[in-house]
């Protein structure tokens, strides 16, 4: 028997990195090819990976939650003498800059580029085997330091052997990224021992000791005392939102326009069923997105991953932004919402928004358009973020009394600001104000007697 890895394929033209959701076999199940055994996510789907190899789970290399570029090794396997080894190319070739693992090491990435004058920092390494903490001497980073994973394309040893992606992400976390290449590894990978070990020879002996947290952000080599501040891992869902963010901003191309809705019907229809508990103002708006969708055909449409395929939805599936405690965020969505009558809309709103309460995700590829309701917190006007793989996100503002020029004089009339960032690939300016526009026309017209 010999050790083969597993790695995540490439699973379309352009697709660069996913985020492991969660693994289906442990480290001693005996699997089959074809079997799945883990799930990851891209920017369109959550999708089950079948086993390349008939063979024994040996261990899991990668983390629940972390964001992998496609290619990388996830996983160690047992197989039958002979069995070929799914080769470099299984993925997407390595690039110098490389896409990140976890969200939140967009900072290591920043700090991987100091100034040319930085001088050496000595820091407090934890203990290695159990003893007392050790004085570690880091050498400056080099001084063209590319703001990019510091790890060459092949993730290699100096030995030339393999890292795995938690030692990469452990070096990382102990400053010493840029050193990689000069680690020498003791087995068929490097491991956190062999990190260990590379410190523990750095070390220089000094009467200044600094904090264990060097601030990288501060001039001079600035430090911060760790009681001066705390940590805590991310959770599941902000890391799930971090990711599809992230992945946002790499293949959204945004622009925004803003426009004002005159809230005089709305605002009326609310005074009316406000006594019974009826929907709210940003209800009714929502409402009135809805129908507009259902006219709107680039509005419910994506790209593919490669950019070459236009999609077009037969439905709406109209995304709630939902806050939550600890400024936390899910998405509630409003399945089929084209073919709702208002009560049953406001009834099902009110059901997807508490499910959304209860952490459950919601989100998939057919959200293409997302409400958030800034108005709740007092703000006007606020230019909101595009997240994949939705073509739009609109933000309805607060409820203000504007003096609207008449014949002689003016009067106050209830006015919200609505701002739409959309998708440039999908949508093009004209478009875009062409949608708003109906919009504001049927937000105008609202009555509580409309029923389809």
């Not at 024994?56 to 996830?74: K, N, Q």
């Not at 004085?135 to 993730?155: C, D, E, G, K, T």
Request: hydrophobic share 40%; net charge negative.
């Amino acid at each position: 028997m010999e050790q083969v890895s597993v790695k995540i394929p490439q699973l379309g033209e352009g697709l660069q990195e996913a985020r492991l959701v969660e693994f289906l076999k442990q480290p001693g199940d005996v699997i089959r090819k074809d079997e799945p055994i883990y799930e990851i996510e891209t920017d369109k789907a959550i999708t089950e990976i079948e086993s390349p190899y008939d063979g024994t789970l040996i261990a899991w290399v990668a983390e629940v939650d972390s964001v992998l570029p496609i290619g990388a090794d996830i996983a160690t396997m047992e197989v039958a003498d002979g069995t070929p080894e799914m080769g470099d190319g299984h993925g997407s070739p390595a690039v110098a800059s490389a896409p990140l693992e976890s969200a939140r090491e967009e900072s290591a990435v920043a700090e991987a580029a100091a100034p040319p004058s930085a001088p050496a920092v000595v820091s407090t390494e934890p203990a290695l085997a159990g003893g007392a903490p050790v004085a570690v001497a880091v050498p400056p980073r080099p001084a063209a330091a590319p703001l990019s994973i510091p790890f060459s394309p092949a993730h290699t040893a100096a030995n030339g052997i393999p890292i795995p992606p938690r030692v990469r992400r452990l070096l990382r976390e102990k400053g010493i990224a840029h050193l990689a290449t000069e680690i020498p590894a003791t087995g068929k990978r490097l491991s956190p021992e062999d990190v260990d070990a590379f410190l523990a020879k750095q070390q220089t002996p000094t009467s200044v000791i600094l904090t264990e947290s060097t601030n990288r952000n501060a001039t001079h080599g600035a430090t911060v005392a760790k009681e001066e501040y705390s940590e805590r891992p991310l959770n599941s869902q902000e890391r799930t939102l971090n990711f599809r963010m992230a992945r946002g901003a790499q293949l959204v191309l945004p622009a925004t326009l803003e426009t004002d809705v005159d809230w005089t019907a709305i605002h009326e229809a609310r005074q009316q069923t406000r006594e019974s508990g009826g929907p709210t103002g940003f209800a009714m708006l929502s409402w009135c997105v809805a129908r507009t969708l259902a006219d709107f055909p680039q509005f419910r449409s994506s790209l593919t991953p490669d950019g070459n395929t236009l999609r077009t939805y037969k439905h709406v599936n109209l995304g709630i932004a939902v806050s939550l405690e600890d400024d936390l965020l899910n998405t509630a969505v409003i399945r089929h919402a084209d073919t709702l009558n208002r009560a049953a809309f406001f009834d099902e709103m009110v059901d997807r928004i508490s499910d959304a309460r209860n952490g459950i995700d919601q989100i998939d590829a057919t959200t293409t358009v997302s409400l958030s309701n800034i108005g709740r917190v007092g703000m006007r006007v606020g230019i909101p973020v595009v997240v994949t793989p939705a073509v739009a996100t609109l933000a309805v503002g607060a409820v203000r009394d504007e003096p609207v020029p008449l014949d002689r004089g003016f009067e106050f009339r209830k006015m919200v600001s609505l701002t739409m960032s959309f998708d440039h690939r999908l949508v093009n300016g004209v478009g875009a104000a062409e949608f708003l526009n109906a919009i504001r026309k049927r937000a105008a017209e609202f009555r509580l007697t409309e029923t389809v």
